[in-house]
């Protein structure tokens, strides 16, 4: 099974300011034949179902802020969001969804404001 | 819109079987896999399997072998989950998922979850 490990497990962030997270899968999750990442971000807010962010590592899902980016390659990756609002308190996962099944996820990052 | 909608919440006794349903609309219910993902109380997200409602094959994670089973009604347009031999150990909010494209496993959307509780 592809092993997703994500870092850090949580970090606080001013307002207006930089927040990153980390992923890194145990194998490439780039297909050589169509040159695409499988792999996805997800929003959890408390109570609520995750939110898909972002698809192919860097394609955001249609209505998703733009302050939300992804990028990487192979094996390492990263969500960025450019300028950090209340409203995206939140824990964050990555998904790997390469070739076949089991679809693994990492640990999850926790994201608060400082 | 693209929505599923999931069964209410269930307490069931050690040793029993709970049955979680999700149903589907805004969307052709047979194009899509439905994939089920559960999340114990402040822990992390564990995909539990995926189930195509156009044959209705499924597939599951090693760890739910033999325990659970998914499956569809077409007619309806609901997928359903059901884990047997329950433990306190399965007490977690359960979530359906759509695939998020034919062929690809994203996940969009999901289901507001369906909170499965296990206590004698």
């Known amino acids: 099974d592809i092993v997703m490990t994500q870092s850090p497990d949580s970090l606080a962030v001013s307002l207006g300011e930089r927040a990153s997270i980390n992923c890194k899968s145990s194998r490439s999750l780039l297909y050589s034949s169509n040159n695409k990442n499988y792999l996805a971000w997800y929003q959890q807010k408390p109570g609520q179902p995750p939110k898909l962010l972002i698809y192919?590592?860097?394609t955001r899902e249609s209505g998703v802020p733009d302050r939300f980016s992804g990028s990487g390659s192979g094996t390492d990756f990263t969500l960025t969001i450019s300028s950090l609002q209340a409203e995206d308190v939140a824990i964050y996962y990555c998904?790997?969804?390469?070739?076949?099944?089991?679809?693994?996820f990492g640990q999850g990052t926790k994201v608060e404001i400082k | 819109q693209v929505q599923l909608v999931q069964s209410g919440a269930e307490v069931k006794k050690p040793g029993a079987s709970v049955k979680v349903s999700c149903k589907a609309s805004?969307?052709?219910?047979?194009?899509?896999?439905i994939n089920w993902v559960r999340q114990a109380t402040g822990q992390g997200l564990e995909w539990m399997g995926w189930m195509n409602p156009n044959s209705g094959n499924a597939g599951y994670a090693q760890k739910f072998q033999g325990r659970v089973t998914m499956t569809r009604n077409t007619s309806i347009s609901t997928a359903y989950m059901e884990l047997s031999s329950l433990g306190s150990e399965d007490t977690a909010v359960y979530y359906c998922?759509?695939?998020?494209?034919?062929?690809?496993?994203?996940?969009?959307?999901w289901g507001q979850g369906t909170l499965v509780t296990v206590s004698s």
């Open positions: 998922t759509r695939a998020g494209s034919p062929v690809h496993n994203w996940f969009a959307p």
């Open positions: 805004g969307y052709t219910f047979t194009s899509y896999d």
């Open positions: 192919w590592a860097s």
């Open positions: 998904q790997q969804y390469y070739s076949t099944p089991p679809w693994t």
